[in-house]
Antibody
Framework: EVQLVESGGGLVKPGGSLRLSCAASGFTFSSYSMHWVRQAPGKGLEWVSSISSNGGYELYIDSVKGRFIVSRDNAKKSLYLQMNSLRVEDTAVYFC????????????WGQGTLVTVSS | SYALTQPPSVSVSPGQTARITCSGDALAKKYAYWYQQKPGQAPVLIIYKDSERPSGIPERFSGSSSGTTVTLTISGVQAEDEADYYCQSADTSDTSYYVFGTGTKVTVL
């Protein structure tokens, strides 16, 4: 059974940093691209970042470019999101997700971790 | 990137049929996917490749596509179907990976 478990969320002041983790199990982690999707309170889903299976390709939504860094450790079956220079508008539940082999959709999601940016 | 537009809300009585549309020019060439999200929970995939249903998803959920619009149909709506529904498509540009629709709140009266 595919399982994705996020951790690392919390309350941080504007300008601060936070590192999210996602522990994966139940599948060959190194074979799949992995993704972060966020949802601001009362708002819709927003794709944030993706990383290829070997970590060689990264992609970010424009609003986080230069501030967030996605990475992975295939040996530890873990995905990370380093979030720097956090803004109030980054407040959201952050979901880790695994794609289908076609990379067209997200059949597997973690339960999410809440990041609150507030002074 | 591109946009996918959904109606903000749909209300339906139990046993009736709910239809949720998702519109966007990219849908003429790309598959659409649908997710159900209940409060405090992660999204769950309910339709893939426009009309396919993953195992374990009730038959009352179905999808269809026509031109630049895809439709999620819930036949014989049940109280447990009250949730937010999002369409999604892939983005093959270098600007994003996935595009989500604006979301539709389904209320069962």
């Amino acid at each position: 059974e595919v399982q994705l478990v996020e951790s690392g969320g919390g309350l941080v002041k504007p300008g601060g940093s936070l590192r999210l983790s996602c522990a994966a199990s139940g599948f060959t982690f190194s074979s799949y691209s992995m993704h972060w999707v966020r949802q601001a309170p009362g708002k819709g889903l927003e794709w944030v970042s993706s990383i290829s299976s070997n970590g060689g390709y990264e992609l970010y939504i424009d609003s986080v470019k230069g501030r967030f860094i996605v990475s992975r450790d295939n040996a530890k079956k873990s995905l990370y999101l380093q979030m720097n220079s956090l803004r109030v508008e980054d407040t959201a539940v952050y979901f880790c997700a695994r794609d289908d082999s076609t990379q067209e959709y997200l059949p597997y999601w973690g339960q999410g971790t809440l990041v609150t940016v507030s002074s | 990137s591109y946009a996918l537009t959904q109606p903000p809300s749909v209300s339906v009585s139990p046993g009736q049929t709910a239809r949720i549309t998702c519109s966007g020019d990219a849908l003429a060439k790309k598959y659409a996917y649908w997710y159900q999200q209940k409060p405090g929970q992660a999204p769950v995939l309910i339709i893939y490749k426009d009309s396919e249903r993953p195992s374990g998803i009730p038959e009352r959920f179905s999808g269809s596509s026509s031109g630049t619009t895809v439709t999620l149909t819930i036949s014989g709506v049940q109280a447990e179907d009250e949730a937010d529904y999002y369409c999604q498509s892939a983005d093959t540009s270098d600007t994003s990976y996935y595009v989500f629709g604006t979301g539709t709140k389904v209320t069962v009266l």
